[in-house]
């Protein structure tokens, strides 16, 4: 069975991380970011980075347990968790589980075949193409968000000395 679409979107997933068309590289960004920077409360900003980098750890695990069959729905408090329970949570882990989800979303998507991209997620659900490519969409729109928010804070930070 023919892979080259799938083995594409695989591609585009592992350039979300490093070395994509926007010029951010995801796994770079978050490793400059420090665990009180992860968790500083802005001004004009409603979540934490790390927020919503737990964000898009949640969405992913939506789209690795739909790809498998299982209609997975987050909680509110999945979807975004309050920032004074993921303060508890160190920035390092949730880094690492970025990392790992992404490995996880790739071997999800191995198991796929061309032919598989058109159908439905699930019953009643966007196809496979579409929640994929939404997917990857969704993630650059918050590594953007996450990439203002440190500039940011790191111009308030040479602003106050």
Do not use: C
Not at 105 to 125: C, G, H, M, T, Y
């Amino acid at each position: 069975m023919a892979k080259l679409e799938v083995n594409r979107i695989i591609g585009q997933v592992k350039k979300l991380y490093n070395n994509n068309w926007s010029g951010f590289d995801l796994h770079l960004l978050l490793n400059s970011i420090e665990d009180n920077t992860a968790n500083k409360k802005l001004p004009l900003f409603s979540n934490t980075i790390h927020q919503i980098a737990n964000h898009i750890l949640a969405t992913e695990f939506v789209v690795i347990q739909r790809l498998q069959g299982v209609n997975y729905q987050l909680s509110l408090e999945e979807d975004w968790t309050p920032s004074d329970q993921l303060v508890q949570v160190k920035w390092a882990d949730t880094k690492a589980a970025i990392l790992k989800s992404k490995d996880d979303l790739i071997r999800a998507l191995e198991k796929k075949v061309d032919n598989d991209l058109d159908q439905p997620i699930l019953k009643n659900f966007s196809s496979i193409y579409d929640t994929i490519h939404g997917h990857i969409q969704h993630s650059y729109y918050h590594l953007g968000q996450i990439s203002t928010m440190f500039n940011a804070i790191q111009h308030l930070n040479t602003s106050i000395k």
